[in-house]
């Protein structure tokens, strides 16, 4: 038991020293020493009650450690044999330039939500786009996630934060890294026919779950896009059907080119199709006008968009299995497809107005707006190409200039003589 000054019992772990300061002390879980002191008796052992109860619930931290001594330890830690060296210079990169100099000095314990949404809003208000904000605020749930299990921190302050797209950027597209990941993952599965061909034509998934071997003019090597699959409940329907309609607009019904890889998906599918009817029992009911449909589940029976998100979402799971958090491919909807084929068609350099024809718009106009997000690294290609031909065109200057300068001297007859100083006699 500990006594005051005067001999007074304080309580166990409690002392005053000679200055008539209070101190009481302890060893924690963690096997730290741990003093609390002042000169009010009472806060003294206040304070010193409710570290022993938190000590005794395991709810106390390790100890206090900055945001910056944390990620050196996360990334030395968890990070090392995890991610690639091109990975880990990315996250260097993101955590330097917008994390450490505004949160890295603080405690972990002492940073609060608060703290990491003004620094999100800050972000966005100095110009950076969703992903980047993005992946900051991934960056900091791994980071406060592995502080917890370690008992550094007793919640994250960084989850439960959510984050909007830039309104100006509705539309995902896959890079073309995404795309080659993410078909490569898929080949060999059931809709690994549909994927193709809805990122080789632009297709809308209703007007692919729609199509009929008969749409498609193997003559022409075209498809016939006439009609789309609607999965809704009418007013006369008990509940949600398979209706067929005329496509979106008078535009819509159109012609599309089948390209190698679409065509080689398309005749895969066929006999997928056949192979998939075959099986299914004489007792299934497939109504008479979904019969003949190409592109169907796996018991024969129609598309709608639900079904094939969550196809995709299959695909992206087994994906991210082997990426680290901030390498994970976003997830993204059946029409992220359409968009692909759009954005690879600029970068192929296809004319707007024919990309326009592809994907059914009724104006150029329609088309210009939504993919004003990849047209400026189109026409940045496009003045490129016109800077080679500015550049051999200058060249060919330069070369002219050198041609008609050593006419000049030849014709010029100089004679050159040298003295104190070298000079020139012309003829």
Known sequence: MGKDLKGK????????????RYEARYVDRFGKRISISGNDLKDVKKRYNEALYENDKQINIRENITLDEWYKEWMDVYKFDVIRENTKKYYNTVYKKHISPYLGMFNLADITQYQIKKRLKELKENGYKFETCNKVKILLVDIFNKALINEYVRRNPAKGITLKRDEKKDIRVLTREEQVTFFDCCKGTFYDNLFVTAVSTGMRIGELAALKWEDIDWDHMVINVRKTLVYQKYESDPKKDFHFEDPKTSTSTRKIPINRQCELALKKQFMQKRAVASKQPITKNVREDCADLLFTTRFNTPLNSQI???????????????????????????????????????????????????LGHATLQMTMDLYTSVMPQHMETEMNKFADVLDTISQSGDNLVEKQYKNTVHNA??????????????C
């Open 308 to 358: 094939v998100c969550d196809a995709i979402n299959k695909i992206i799971e087994e994906i991210n299995l082997t990426k680290d958090c901030l390498d994970e491919m976003e997830s993204f909807s059946a029409h992220c497809f359409r968009h692909t084929f759009a954005t690879r068609c600029f970068e192929a350099g296809i004319a707007p107005k024919t990309v326009q024809k592809y």
């Open 413 to 426: 007859k100089i004679t050159v003589f040298r003295g104190d100083s070298m000079g020139y006699n012309w």
């Open 9 to 20: 019992e304080l309580g166990q772990g409690i002392v005053q020293k000679k200055s008539g």
